[in-house]
């Protein structure tokens, strides 16, 4: 028992650690003034040392927090690894969506610096809707923002279901949602492609949205199919991924362990 409630307190503590790493990254940035000025072309881009240690970072986090367990999550969890890593390919390496870009917008590609490259700032810009720097402001706050929420509904979730195998828990977050870490992977994946859109990513992040709804639709039937009315009446006042922002008691009959 001592062991459990340790154990119990050293999730919270790491999550809160999640939480606390992905929150100074956002106001680090929130507190930065826009862009008054950009590095070249060939300085930004063919740093994989990067490319392996942000991939990496991400990866622990995602694939840490999410815990996949079964084919089909390792398979989702898969497919959402190789996302991350062609972002970072293309974000710090080789940007193979500027080269097909390039000749569409009359740019040569050694314009695309570093604030060329985060392409909705870019496009705002060029639509004068507002100029680059404020731009690229615009977009990392917007999406840091949808990363630490993402990243702190994968931390509280993993947190409250980590190691319950025969318990459903109702409460906390998964009382506004029955599925916050699936939400949490859904909001990286559109922030992501607010940062740093490249044309394969934007083609993957529909599928893996699809993909996790699926998903989480399965893991529904299954707990629906085990316990019935029980499953039923918790899934009716609580949503799958969109919260209500209006607390409401949840059933404490017995279950299983969803994401």
Not at 96 to 112: E, G, N, Q, Y
Not at 167 to 192: N, S
Request: charged fraction near 15%; proline fraction near 6%; hydrophobic fraction near 60%.
């Amino acid at each position: 028992m001592r062991m459990r409630a340790l154990w119990r307190r050293l999730r919270w503590l790491i999550a809160l650690a999640v939480i606390g790493f992905w929150a100074w990254i956002f106001a680090e940035h929130a507190m930065m003034p826009p862009m008054t000025h950009n590095l070249p072309f060939e300085s930004w881009y063919g740093n994989w040392d990067d490319v392996v240690l942000v991939s990496a970072v991400f990866l622990a986090f995602v694939l840490g927090l999410a815990w996949p367990r079964g084919k089909a999550q390792w398979r989702n969890a898969g497919i959402y690894s190789a996302f991350l890593i062609s972002l970072f390919f293309e974000m710090f390496g080789l940007p193979l969506t500027i080269f097909l870009l390039s000749p569409l917008v009359d740019v040569p590609i050694p314009a695309f610096g570093l604030g060329e490259s985060h392409l909705w700032a870019y496009a705002l810009d060029r639509a004068g809707v507002m100029p680059l720097g404020r731009g690229v402001y615009f977009v990392m706050i917007v999406s840091l923002a949808l990363i630490a929420a993402g990243m702190g509904l994968l931390a509280f979730g993993w947190a409250q279901v980590f190691g319950a195998r025969y318990e459903l828990v109702t409460k906390g977050i998964y009382g506004f949602v029955r599925h916050p870490q699936y939400l949490g992977l859904i909001l990286i994946l559109v922030a992501c492609n607010i940062q740093w859109p490249t044309l394969l990513t934007l083609l993957m992040a529909p599928v893996l949205i699809v993909a996790y709804a699926r998903q989480a639709r399965r893991e529904d039937a299954e707990l629906e199919a085990r316990f019935g009315a029980a499953f039923a009446h918790y899934a009716a006042r609580v949503p799958a991924f969109i919260p209500r922002f209006r607390r409401r008691s949840a059933p404490t009959a017995p279950a299983v362990l969803r994401a």
